[in-house]
């Protein structure tokens, strides 16, 4: 009986020793299958993408030169924007500048910035100003009287896809030793002595929680940190914790101590920027100080380090008491451990943070960024364009920008204000305008203004709204005459032509068409400048009638208008529809001098690294011959001067300048096409819905442009519309309006069609 109860109990405990092995087994080797998938999810975040970088949009370059106008507070404010620190002293590092008194300039040590084809390393340089306009500009290291200079391009936004992060990304070796020492005092003195978890660490917080009965201090090391911080959630729960430790072990059995440090000071949340994430040391030291961390002192390197625990707590933006006493526990500690002197210690307890007003990407030309962001999607997709860290240089000047959003939204508000049946119609429908501005010898959008509130509605009308343009339309008739002169080959026309301004009826196919004059006042006989001038309805239509519609069309699209155009006979006043943005192509080819230069938005795009990956070159062409569109020139000179542009100097627009009003027959739209030699601005007013606007283009649009100009153009010196070499300039007549018929005794001739009921179309005087 006792042999067999043996037996019995000997099988199992070989039984039970049997399982156990199979549970150690076991064990082990789901405990090896965890570790090894650990290491999997760390080597493929330490080696694959760790961030994402958003693609930065950047504005032009500024250049300033001695005669234009840039007032001392102007240049401190876009030295504010440019991420400049103020100095009392002249300045000896990049970034630093001094207002001198008594309004005499500043002193700049300009920043190092990376161009899309040159790298540019930063030397000091003193502004004269006399009387808020640049005298001199001259470089204080070696004295050098410069003719120009070029401040660096300001970002405008960033493409983000879920989560808004500032982050750049440095080095472990161009992070000074005082900044690392620093940052392991504070977070993990014994960093480079445990294997990922430090007993010691985990002793010493468990006997100061168990003394304040309660959480009061951590035991992570700065490993676990980074796990945390790449991997997991910050709910404190047991099974967070046991994985951290893990893979903070795994960790530090795959990389080296220095690439884990380098990856946590760039990984580490440091504070708020509005909606974006401060992360890294290098992002921090930018946003705080306004520096670079090699530039920082004792006492700032103190502060930063003490944003590390509780960056929204401690941030000296939102408490400056927290923080300062913070950064003294930190600064007592260093001089405990031997990091700091006692002099140090001393100098970094008597520093005073300066609070700066903070640099936000607010985005102030959203119409444009999305416009940029269109042409982008045809190269790059979204993920490349939020996470790969793209810079994307445009055309965009953000003060033009800001101008021209100012006077658009100014104007439609004293539009309403104006005018009842405006504010009627809006409550059903929403009164809109649309302003794009344009460099006509590059074809750079300056500026791009897509509506009066980004915020209420992200269509953008400047490109994406087909409206009639009505008389803006005009242009293109006279320039066909200019060129082709009669489609019988009998005439040619210039700017003294004479063409009948009265009622008739234009047979095209089977149907008539009899365009009229507004309010039905006609001239009789005028020139062609006249007739501009005064936007006659009816003589520009017998000019079309003469030359040939396809001939009006066929210019409209060498100027570079893109919409389809129906051969009508109403495409003359136009009666067709096209975007702001193809008509301000268009015009821009007239204020250059008939040379059609391909609109351009993006600049250059350049990589993470720096490295070119895209130049977009100013593409030209010369559409219309010099002598053409110097007349052409000189007749939309006279609409501004006398004709239904003359408002414009009634309201205190005094530079050389030519453009053309538009009004579309119902009423429903409202333009002015306008530029001086240097710029070119296009203005549409008009209701989304199409509800009748009920006013002309010299009353809706033009007070805009007109607003928006004067801005523009005030710190710029005058300058006038140049005759090219070899073309001869007709004689102006002396009398506002010029003549109204042939001067006595002068040669009469007349064009048209032959027959019957046929209207006499051109007379010319000779």
């Not at 304040?212 to 997991?232: A, E, I």
């Not at 440091?270 to 670079?292: C, H, M, P, S, T």
């Not at 119609?425 to 959008?445: C, F, H, N, S």
């Not at 208008?561 to 015009?587: H, K, N, W, Y």
Request: with cysteine.
């Amino acid at each position: 009986m006792r042999a067999g109860l043996k037996k019995t109990l000997l099988r199992l405990v070989k039984l039970a020793a049997v399982l156990f092995s199979l549970v150690v087994v076991g064990v082990l080797g789901l405990g090896s299958w965890y570790v090894w998938h650990l290491s999997g999810v760390v080597q493929t975040k330490f080696e694959g993408r760790k961030w994402e970088f958003p693609s930065k949009i950047y504005a032009d370059s500024k250049i300033i030169y001695p005669g234009i106008s840039f007032p001392r507070d102007q240049i401190r404010e876009k030295l504010r924007r440019l991420g400049y620190r103020p100095s009392r002293n002249r300045p000896r590092a990049t970034g630093e500048y001094r207002v001198l008194g008594k309004g005499a300039g500043v002193e700049i040590f300009l920043h190092d910035f990376q161009y899309p084809l040159r790298d540019f390393r930063g030397f000091p340089v003193r502004i004269a100003l006399k009387a808020g306009t640049i005298h001199r500009i001259q470089r204080l290291d070696n004295g050098e009287v410069l003719p120009s200079l070029e401040l660096e391009p300001e970002v405008v936004t960033g493409f983000y896809d879920r989560v808004r992060e500032q982050r750049r990304i440095v080095r472990l070796d161009e992070v000074p030793a005082r900044v690392r020492k620093t940052v392991l005092a504070v977070e993990d003195e014994r960093f480079y002595y445990h294997r990922g978890v430090d007993p010691v660490a985990v002793l010493r917080a468990f006997v100061a929680n168990l003394r304040r009965g309660g959480v009061v201090q951590g035991g992570s090391t700065l490993t676990q940190q980074l796990m945390k911080n790449f991997f997991l959630e910050s709910d404190r729960t047991l099974e967070r914790k046991v994985k951290e430790a893990l893979m903070a072990v795994v960790t530090e059995w795959m990389y080296t101590k220095d690439e884990i440090f380098e990856n946590y000071l760039n990984e580490i949340y440091l504070g708020q920027n509005g909606a974006q994430g401060i992360f890294g040391i290098w992002e921090a030291a930018r946003f705080y100080f306004v520096k670079e961390p090699g530039q920082l002192t004792v006492g700032e390197t103190a502060l930063l380090a003490g944003l590390i625990r509780a960056p929204n707590r401690y941030s000296p933006y939102r408490n400056i008491e927290d923080a300062m006493r913070r950064r003294n526990v930190i600064l007592a500690k260093l001089l405990g451990d031997g990091i700091i002197t006692p002099r140090a210690y001393e100098r970094a307890l008597q520093e005073v943070f300066e609070k700066r007003k903070p640099v936000r990407l607010t985005n102030g030309a959203p119409y444009f960024t999305d416009f940029v962001k269109k042409e982008l999607a045809a190269h790059y997709s979204n993920d490349v364009l939020t996470a790969e860290g793209l810079r994307i240089f445009t055309s965009l000047d953000l003060e033009l920008q800001q101008a021209g959003a100012t006077a658009l939204s100014k104007g439609l508000s004293r539009l309403e204000k104006d005018y009842g049946h405006l504010r009627k119609i809006a409550k059903t429908d929403d009164l809109e305008g649309a302003l794009v501005v344009i460099k006509p010898q590059t074809g750079e959008i300056r500026a791009m203004v897509g509506g009066r509130d980004y915020r209420k509605s992200q269509f953008n009308r400047v490109a994406q709204a087909k409206r009639q343009p009505g008389s803006v339309f005009k242009p293109f008739v006279y320039l066909a005459a200019l060129t082709h002169g009669s489609a019988s080959g009998r005439e040619a026309y210039n700017s003294t032509t004479f063409v009948e301004d009265a009622p008739f009826t234009w047979s095209f196919g089977r149907q008539n068409w009899a365009p009229e004059n507004y309010k039905h006042q006609y001239y009789g006989w005028v020139t062609l400048s006249e007739a501009m001038e005064k936007s006659l309805n009816a003589a520009t239509a017998r000019i079309a009638q003469d030359v040939g519609i396809g001939r009006v069309r066929e210019m409209a699209y060498r100027m570079g208008i893109q919409s389809r155009l129906p051969l009508l006979p109403s495409l003359a006043l136009g009666a067709v529809e096209v975007t702001p943005l193809e008509m301000a192509g268009a015009f821009s080819a007239l204020a250059n001098n008939g040379i059609r230069t391909h609109l351009l938005s993006i600049k250059n795009v350049l990589d993470r690294n720096g490295v070119v990956l895209e130049k977009r070159n100013i593409r030209v062409k010369r559409v219309i011959s010099p002598q053409v569109a110097f007349d052409m020139n000189n007749m939309l000179r006279g609409v501004v001067d006398r004709g239904t542009a003359r408002g414009a100097r009634r309201l205190g627009f005094t530079r050389p300048a030519a453009g053309k009003t538009g009004t579309t027959n119902d009423a429903r739209d409202a333009w002015f096409a306008g530029y001086t030699p240097d710029l070119l601005a296009l203005v549409w007013v008009g209701f989304d819905r199409q509800s009748e606007l009920g006013l002309p283009g010299s009353r809706a649009a033009l007070p805009i442009w007109t607003d928006f100009m004067k801005k523009a153009t005030r710190r710029l010196p005058v300058t006038d519309f140049v005759t090219p070499p070899g073309v001869s300039a007709f004689e102006p007549d002396p009398r506002p309006g010029g003549p109204s018929r042939c001067p006595d005794g002068a040669r009469r001739g007349r064009s048209g069609a032959d027959g019957a009921g046929s209207a006499a179309l051109v007379e010319t005087c000779g």
